[in-house]
């Protein structure tokens, strides 16, 4: 098992294109987070899917930010028309079908940076 | 709303001398507490939860909820122990499901 896979590693992109981050949970996984980590700050909870479902998007800006996790494929993290203040890293989390609450352990990516110019 | 602090951003510890990285949280519920570590180029990975009162890698965690504290100790540093140390708090979310938040990161580094 790979342990869950981000691409790419460091994404550059000029202000108003757009940024799509991938993330392929582990197998059997079937959660998946997404956090960012701004410069000199801790991981923040952006978005909470399931397949096919997004759960909990409170941690989501309201503009410009979207996440999917189709029933085939990686989850996308897009981000359309980006501001240097979209600068970050982004990490994923994968965690399988969980008994209850707190019971399962999540799993991280090695995260995607993304440098915004 | 739920809040982690780690006060200390950076942390020198000689080989062989105790550590100790403070973290306090805010919560009105019941707090699930972890900590989280992420050694150098690698991915971030859970070291401990304090549900299940381990001890990994000589390294443990008592939740204090008079002082609303979990501090990550071990009696005796060793070199492999630098890395960055992240504490985190889990809570339900509105909508049933575990949502972690994560404090700013402890840089530790232990000096030979």
Known sequence: ?117 | AQRVTQPEKLLSVFKGAPVELKCNYSYSGSPELFWYVQYSRQRLQLLLRHISRESIKGFTADLNKGETSFHLKKPFAQEEDSAMYYCALGAISNFGNEKLTFGTGTRLTIIP
């Not at chain 1, 460091?10 to 202000?15: A, C, D, Y």
């Not at chain 1, 980590?37 to 397949?51: H, I, S």
């Open chain 1, 1 to 117: 098992n790979a342990g869950v896979m981000q691409n790419p590693r460091h994404l550059v992109r000029r202000r108003g294109q757009e940024a799509r981050l991938r993330c392929s949970p582990m197998k059997g996984h079937s959660h998946v987070y997404w956090y960012r980590q701004l410069p000199e700050e801790g991981l923040k909870f952006m978005v909470y899917l399931q397949k096919e479902n997004i759960i909990d998007e409170s941690g989501m800006p309201k503009e410009r930010f979207s996440a999917e996790f189709p029933k085939e494929g990686p989850s996308i993290l897009r981000i359309q028309q980006v501001v240097r203040g979209d600068s970050a890293a982004y990490f994923c989390a994968s965690s399988p079908p969980s008994r209850g609450p707190m019971n399962t352990e999540a799993f991280f990516g090695q995260g995607t940076r993304l440098t915004v110019v």
